[in-house]
C-alpha cells in the first residue's frame, strides 16, 4: 500500500470540481476533438490500466496529446540503474491512475524538502495517460563494444542501429537515446506532468537528451476511431495495424521468444522519426498533385481506385493514359505491405510545431512513431523504399531518428525491465 494521494478523488470530494476542472485544463477542446470516436467525457478522462502482458501505450486507442523523451543514463552502475527503473515503475503505476508521484505527492510531505510531485496535475483527471518505456542500443552497448551494464549479450538482433537512408538529414543532438519514454494522454499538461517527474526522479542517473511535444494524433489504432489528418490535411491511420487486428498483431507487432531475445517477448520494437514537412511549398502545391503524392482523394481519404476510405487499393487500376491511378511513385504503394514482402507497422504518430525557423516558416512535421516486431524486415524495407521513390519526398525531410526495444508489460510487484535485468 502506498499513502499516494488521488487526483481525481480530490476532485470528487469538490462536488462539481470534475467537470470544471476538466474544462479549465483544456479538457473541452480536447473533447471536442476525440469524443466521437472514445466516447463520453468520463472515458476520454479516466485511466488505462498500467498492468498487463503488453505495455499500454502501443495498442491503446491513440490519445491526442503525446509527450516524448529521449534519456541518456548518467550512471555506470548497474545496481542504480535498477533502482532507477524500479522508481520509474512505481511512478508511472500511480500517475497512469491519476495520482500523484511519490509517497507524499506535492503537498504532503515536509515543507523542508522538494515535494515527490511537482503538482501541475493536481485537480486533473488521468486524461488516459499511458506511459511506454524503451531501451536503445547504447543502453547494452557503447559505440566502441564496451558492456555498460552487463546486458550486451543479450541485446536484440531485432535492435540493430538503423542504416542511413537516402536524404536523411539527422542532427545527432536530436537522435538515439538510451532509453525512450512516450507519454500520451488527452490533456498536454498531464503528459508533461508525467515526463518531468521521470526526469526529475532520475537526477544523477540519468538526463533528457531530447523531447518532442505532438498534438492531433496522426494515426488511428482501434477501428472504434475515427481517422484523423495530419498537417498536410490528409487523412493517416486509415490502413494502419489496428488492435482489433489480433492474428496481424501476433505476427506483426509482438516479439516472440522464438525471435532470439527471449526477454523481449510479448514486447516491441519502437521507430521514432522527426519528419520536417515543408508545408509552405505543401500550401501551394495543386489539389490534383498532392491526391496523386499520396494515391488518396484528400476529403474522403478513399485511394484514387475507389470510393469509400476503407475501400482496398487497386493497383492494377489505370486511367484513359494508361498510367495507373494510383501511381507508382505515390506514398501509398510504395509502403502497401504488397510492396514490402507483407510488412505492416502500428503507426502511432503525431503532429508537432515547434515555432518558426526565422525564415518565415514554420518549423512544423510529422514526429513519425511505428512499433513492430521486427525493424530489419518492417520499417527497414518500408522506408528504404520510400527513401528511393516517394514523390512526398520532395515535401519532407527526416530530422531525427531512434530506436527503441519496448519490454513486455509488468504485473503488481514487477519493474520495467525485469524480464532484461533479472
Ligand atoms: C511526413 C511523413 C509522412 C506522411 C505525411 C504520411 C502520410 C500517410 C498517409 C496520408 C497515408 C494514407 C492513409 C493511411 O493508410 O494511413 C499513409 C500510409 C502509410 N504510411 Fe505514411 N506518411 C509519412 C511517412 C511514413 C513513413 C516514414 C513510413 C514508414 C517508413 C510510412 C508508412 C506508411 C504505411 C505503412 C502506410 C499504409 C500503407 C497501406 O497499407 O496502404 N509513412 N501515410
Not at 503525446?66 to 527503473?85: K, Q
Request: net charge negative; aromatic share 8%; with cysteine.
Amino acid at each position: 500500500m502506498t499513502g499516494t494521494l488521488n487526483r481525481r478523488r480530490l476532485l470528487q470530494v469538490g462536488g462539481a470540481g470534475f467537470a470544471v476542472a476538466a474544462v479549465g485544463a483544456g479538457g473541452a477542446a480536447v473533447a471536442h476533438s476525440v469524443a466521437d470516436e472514445q466516447g463520453t467525457d468520463s472515458a476520454l478522462h479516466g485511466p488505462v490500466p498500467f498492468h498487463g502482458e503488453h505495455q499500454a501505450g502501443i495498442t491503446t486507442p491513440a490519445q491526442d496529446r503525446l509527450h516524448f523523451a529521449a534519456f541518456d543514463v548518467t550512471t555506470s552502475s548497474r545496481d542504480d540503474l535498477i533502482a532507477l527503473l524500479k522508481e520509474w515503475t512505481a511512478a508511472a503505476a500511480q500517475m497512469t491512475q491519476g495520482k500523484e508521484a511519490g509517497q507524499t505527492g506535492a503537498t504532503g510531505g515536509s515543507t523542508e524538502a522538494p515535494p515527490d510531485d511537482t503538482g501541475e496535475a493536481l485537480e486533473l483527471p488521468p486524461s488516459q495517460l499511458t506511459i511506454t518505456i524503451g531501451f536503445g542500443p547504447s543502453l547494452f552497448t557503447t559505440a566502441d563494444g564496451k558492456d555498460r551494464f552487463g546486458i550486451a549479450a543479450k541485446r536484440p538482433a531485432a535492435l540493430a542501429d538503423l542504416p542511413h537512408f537516402p536524404a536523411d538529414d539527422l542532427d545527432p543532438a536530436r537522435s538515439g537515446g538510451d532509453i525512450g519514454i512516450q507519454a500520451c494522454a488527452n490533456d498536454p499538461q498531464v503528459a508533461v506532468h508525467a515526463i518531468r517527474n521521470l526526469a526529475r526522479i532520475a537526477f544523477g542517473r540519468a538526463e533528457i537528451r531530447w523531447s518532442q511535444l505532438g498534438f492531433g494524433r496522426t494515426s488511428s489504432t482501434s477501428v472504434a476511431q475515427s481517422t484523423p489528418r495530419n498537417l498536410l490535411g490528409f487523412k493517416d491511420g486509415t490502413r494502419n495495424l489496428k488492435l482489433e487486428d489480433t492474428a496481424l498483431l501476433d505476427s506483426q507487432l509482438w516479439a516472440h521468444s522464438a525471435d532470439g531475445a527471449g526477454w523481449m517477448a510479448g514486447g516491441s520494437y519502437l521507430v521514432a522519426r522527426r519528419i520536417r514537412m515543408s508545408i509552405e511549398i505543401w500550401d501551394r502545391t495543386s489539389l490534383g498533385e498532392q491526391e496523386t503524392i499520396f494515391g488518396r482523394a484528400k476529403k474522403t481519404g478513399a485511394p484514387l481506385t475507389g470510393e469509400k476510405e476503407r475501400d482496398e487499393p487497386d493497383f492494377s487500376i489505370a486511367g484513359a493514359d494508361g498510367q495507373p491511378l494510383i501511381a507508382e511513385d505515390s506514398h501509398v504503394r510504395l509502403a502497401h505491405p504488397d510492396h514490402n514482402a507483407g510488412a505492416h507497422l502500428l503507426r502511432r504518430g503525431y503532429n508537432f510545431v515547434d515555432g518558426s525557423d526565422g525564415l518565415g516558416r514554420l518549423d512544423a512535421g510529422l514526429f513519425f512513431l511505428a512499433y513492430q516486431r521486427d525493424p530489419r524486415s518492417q520499417f527497414v524495407p518500408v522506408q528504404r523504399n520510400l527513401a528511393k521513390h516517394d514523390r512526398l519526398n520532395e515535401y519532407i525531410k527526416h530530422v531525427s531518428s531512434a530506436l527503441f526495444a519496448c519490454p513486455p508489460g509488468v504485473q503488481p510487484g514487477q519493474y520495467w525491465g525485469h524480464t532484461l535485468f533479472g
